[in-house]
């Protein structure tokens, strides 16, 4: 940052502050339950775990995160019109990052907007989307670092765009919140159940727009199917389901690994961040590149795949008024991609105090899925041929007629989701995976995976925000 003079020492000095001991965590959790209307549940700074006794707290602690401290001092963030130009500041920018700034660029007349810099901690993969920037916008004068806070510090910059490995998703927006920008972050929108909470936290205190990057969220089908729930023509909601399944022959996430990624063009350090400390070895390169077959920077399937199926399904059973999960169970195996830490395979089962419940399959190593369906006690409803499909149940046969319902235009792509949410940003509108959505989809997620590793099933209580096992 501008204000530091050794940036090895800083970089340092934050990742001691940033991690936190195990007992540490225990301590914070649960600290306190004073009402907060945006998440309608207490505001204690993290999610307690409450064991059973058949499981030992030991087995536990590695599902909290390290308490997120912001690193920047609080800045007001401005307003900006409807014909103000957003500054962006991409960091993480490689795959999905760098997909990111590709579309940002090609549709930065269309959005009125401007990439002002990009952050990675490898060289090769900071030339590339400074490159990239400079590509679609040849009169730019992007500023390309290793360490966020230079960007966050940047006048220019408005907006935030989050794609770095999961581990690093909290610490980053609530920075960014907190130097007064708005924030779009990639899902999972965090590592852990409880940095949820430390970033819907600070949404509501600095007042910030935040978008997850669960796409399918703007697909406008979920809102009408939610519209003919809202109507009454599904009767009482029963369960809903969803799939999120694929196959590969060499195994998911086995991504290219480059050799040329090495300590001397990668800031190993800052890449670790709070997660467990590790010398540059030869595993290295296999955790950089791979990072979502590793615990400490993923929840694989969970963290991956089932974002995209959840927020869009709750979207079409509760529209803008999400719930909390109450129960969640879930099963996981690990059969035949045996060379990672997550299962390749996973059932995830949800209870809402609505009594509604919600199935979701996930797989890497098939990819015939289920396909999504919501089950009302007088009709189901299905989605086919550019349609919601509603079929009255047998009993309800004579008093129900089926029905095909348009859905109209298209969605679900990132540069729908981006103006989605530069919309927000300008106008103040609700954007379509916001952070009332988000916290309870990893409220879930977080509920999953401790479900999945202990074999058991966990509860949450929203107003102490506690999750018992």
């Known amino acids: 940052m501008p204000h530091l003079n050794d940036e090895e020492r800083a970089v340092e000095e934050f990742r001691e502050e940033f991690t936190a001991t195990r007992r540490e965590l225990l301590k914070m959790a649960g600290l306190g339950a004073a009402a907060a209307s945006l998440i309608a549940a207490g505001s204690p700074a993290f999610a307690e775990i409450l064991p059973d006794a058949s499981i030992g707290k030991a087995n536990l602690k590695k599902f909290q995160g390290a308490k997120i401290k912001p690193r920047m001092k609080t800045v007001k963030g401005g307003v900006i019109g409807a014909n103000d130009r957003i500054g962006i500041a991409h960091i993480g920018v490689g795959g999905q990052g760098h ?61 935030v765009i989050i794609a770095t490995p999961e581990h690093w998703h909290a610490q980053i927006a609530v920075d960014a919140m907190e130097a007064g920008k708005h924030v779009y972050v990639e899902k999972p929108m965090t590592r852990y159940a409880d940095e949820g909470f430390a970033i819907a936290d600070a949404v509501q205190r600095t007042g910030r727009v ?17 519209q003919a729930i809202a109507d009454g023509k599904l009767g009482e909601l029963v369960s809903a389901q969803g ?59 969970l963290g991956d795949l089932m974002p995209h199926k959840l927020h869009p399904l709750m979207i079409a059973v509760f529209g803008d008024k999400p719930e909390w999960p109450l129960r969640v169970t879930s099963i996981g195996t690990m059969k035949i991609s045996t060379d990672r830490e997550v299962a390749d395979t996973i059932h995830v089962l949800v209870e809402f105090p609505s009594g509604c419940t919600m199935y979701v399959y996930l797989s890497t190593v098939n990819e015939q899925g289920i396909e999504d369906v919501i089950r009302g006690h007088k009709s189901t409803m299905r989605f086919g041929g550019n349609k919601v499909q509603l079929r009255p149940e047998r009993p309800f046969a004579e008093e129900l007629d089926p029905e095909d319902i348009p859905i109209p235009g298209s969605g679900g792509d990132l540069g729908t989701h981006h103006r989605d949410w530069f919309e927000a940003i300008r106008t103040g509108k609700r954007p379509n995976a916001p952070i009332d959505l988000a916290v309870r989809v990893q409220t879930i997620v977080g509920m999953a995976e401790i479900a999945e590793l202990n074999h058991k099933t966990v509860t949450f209580d929203p107003a102490t925000r506690k999750m018992t096992v």
């Open 99 to 159: 997909g990111h700034v590709d579309v940002v660029g090609s549709d930065r007349e269309a959005n009125n907007t401007r990439s002002i810099g990009v952050c990675d901690v490898w060289q090769k993969r900071l030339d590339s989307a400074k490159a990239m920037v400079l590509r679609h916008d040849p009169d730019g004068k992007p500023v390309a670092v290793k360490d966020y806070r230079y960007l966050l510090d940047n006048k220019d910059v408005d907006a």
């Open 210 to 226: 935040l978008q997850v990057g669960s796409q399918g969220s703007s697909e406008p089908k979920w809102r009408v199917a939610h």
């Open 243 to 301: 799939c999120y399944a694929r196959n590969s022959r060499d195994g998911e996430w086995n991504y290219h690994i480059d050799e040329s990624a090495g300590p001397d063009n990668l800031d190993w350090k800052m890449w670790l961040g709070s997660a467990a400390d590790r010398p540059w070895n030869d595993d290295s390169r296999a955790r950089f590149f791979r990072y979502r077959k590793y615990r400490d920077y993923s929840a694989g399937l």
